[in-house]
């Protein structure tokens, strides 16, 4: 049998899914509906489109060859999807509702009318737009005050950030909730101080890409050379620092005022476009078109799709190593997720950076893996007993063992156990166990009993000793 978590060992129940509801299921909505899945939600979709649930489908595959990789921690069990008939069967008992419907006022507005005649009066309602300010859409709502903006990006599974946009009639308390569920999805809520038409982020965007399209009508650079000089060059920049911080840098020593003073007068030189833009004409879309199938080199959208989250996941995890920008966030999920790992299975996924040149799994990878779960162990053993009862168990020793070698993207489950205790000493034996039941590698770990006060070593307390005995006998009885 296989080895298990302690947590599995318990009897207390699961709590109850918290539940979301999608209005509109294409690439937006599909996204939400995978970060909400797979961070533990129920989620109900509702999208009229007879193929949304082909197109979901597809989104999801992303999501879970992607997602899990961001993580050192396993992800939460994955929630459970229901395609719903209508937007009231989908509304109805969710905690919070996203409208992913198309850019029209006309259509949004009739979408929360239905929205509100099915949702609980504490639901929350979010929408996706890029552009229009919630004021606009709250006209002819029951109650404006829980309609606000969560504009999100593409790939939402993966990119964390969401602008969250009140108006006058918004009070801050349902921004706060908002950016509360956010931060337990792994995202990063951006509360927008006061709203504006698209935002923050599509402002920026807009302005190089009005800037990008006069360089392709005037011939000036074709759609990859404009691409190329984004990824190749500023783009890198801007994912680890910004903007305003990389032209901090720029300014020297003397910083962001010297860097005024040396460029600004440089804004009032004719070089950008940004007030126009140029007919799309349909020479241009063509031109325009022609230029990307080149560019595309024949791959699909579905192929680029899986590439553009392979490289998502291979920069944000870089960024992990340095606590930096979306590092440091992802560092923080991760720190979240183990502390909710004691209460289901534990669940990880191999990574391309888990793999030495042989495919072997990294000594120093399965090590911190195995002390992550030894500390997870600690923790539970100690958990609801008044201050560890004066003491706490440390690791003196460990070592691993590799078994086989798995390949990236593959779902293994971390199963930790007493092996042995006597005294002050304890031994937990892990096993990592990939999902057809091939055992990757073990370890064991020795620990031992700390008085908090004298630093002494010493048998555990009875309370202590009395859990370490009940997870013995659950242990035995399942054997």
Not at 88 to 115: C, F, N, T
Not at 354 to 361: E, S, V
Request: charge should be negative; hydrophobic fraction near 45%; include cysteine.
């Amino acid at each position: 049998m296989a080895l298990k978590h302690p947590s599995e060992l318990a009897a207390s129940p699961q709590p109850e899914r918290r539940r979301a509801a999608l209005i509109g299921g294409g690439v937006i909505g599909g996204g939400w509906a995978a970060r909400f899945l797979l961070m533990g939600w129920d989620v109900a979709v509702f999208d009229p489109d007879p193929e949304a649930e082909r197109k979901l489908g597809a989104v999801l595959e992303n999501a879970r060859a992607a997602l899990p990789r961001l993580y050192d921690a396993p992800l939460p069990p994955e929630g459970r999807l229901r395609i719903a008939g209508s937007i009231a069967e989908a509304a109805a008992g969710a905690e919070w509702i996203q409208e992913s419907a198309p850019e029209r006022l006309e259509v949004k507005r009739a979408i929360y009318r239905e929205i509100e005649a099915a949702a609980g009066p504490q639901a929350l309602i979010g929408s996706s737009t890029s552009g229009f300010k919630p004021s606009e859409l709250q006209v002819g709502a029951a109650d404006p005050a829980r309609l606000f903006v969560a504009h999100p990006f593409n790939p939402v599974y993966l990119l964390p950030l969401v602008e969250l946009v009140g108006s006058d009639a918004t009070p801050a308390v349902m921004l706060d909730r908002a950016a509360a569920i956010l931060d337990g999805l792994g995202m990063r809520p951006l509360k927008v101080r006061r709203e504006i038409d698209a935002h923050i982020a599509d402002r920026l965007l807009e302005a190089v890409w009005r800037e990008g399209l006069w360089l392709v009508h005037d011939g000036v650079a074709t759609t990859e050379e404009i691409d190329d000089a984004i990824r190749f060059g500023f783009g890198l920049r801007w994912a680890q620092m910004g903007l305003f911080e990389t032209y901090r840098i720029a300014g020297g020593e003397a910083g962001m005022r010297h860097f005024l003073q040396q460029f600004g007068p440089a804004l009032k030189w004719p070089w950008t476009k940004l007030m126009d833009t140029p007919e799309l004409s349909d020479q241009l879309i063509e031109t325009i078109a022609a230029q990307s199938d080149a560019q595309a080199q024949g791959r699909s959208v579905r192929e680029l799709e899986r590439a553009r989250d392979a490289n998502l996941v291979a920069m944000m995890r870089a960024l992990k190593g340095t606590d930096w920008g979306a590092g440091r966030l992802l560092n923080a999920v991760d720190g979240a997720l183990g502390a909710g790992a004691l209460e289901g299975e534990s669940l990880v996924t191999i990574d391309a950076d888990w793999l030495d040149g042989g495919g072997a799994i990294r000594e120093a990878r399965l090590a911190a893996l195995f002390e992550s779960a030894t500390e997870a162990c600690v923790g539970w053993i100690s958990a609801d007993i008044a201050e560890g009862a004066a003491g706490r168990y440390a690791q003196t020793k460990s070592k691993t063992r590799r078994l086989a070698s798995p390949a990236i993207g593959d779902r293994a489950s971390v199963a930790t156990r007493i092996a042995s205790r006597r005294g002050a000493k304890l031994r937990l034996a892990h096993a990592l166990v990939r999902a057809d039941g091939t055992a990757l590698a073990t370890g064991e770990s020795e620990l031992t009993f700390v008085c908090a006060e004298t630093r002494e070593v010493r048998p555990p307390s009875r309370p202590v000793a009395r859990r370490l005995t009940e997870i013995a006998r659950a242990q035995a009885s399942i054997d």
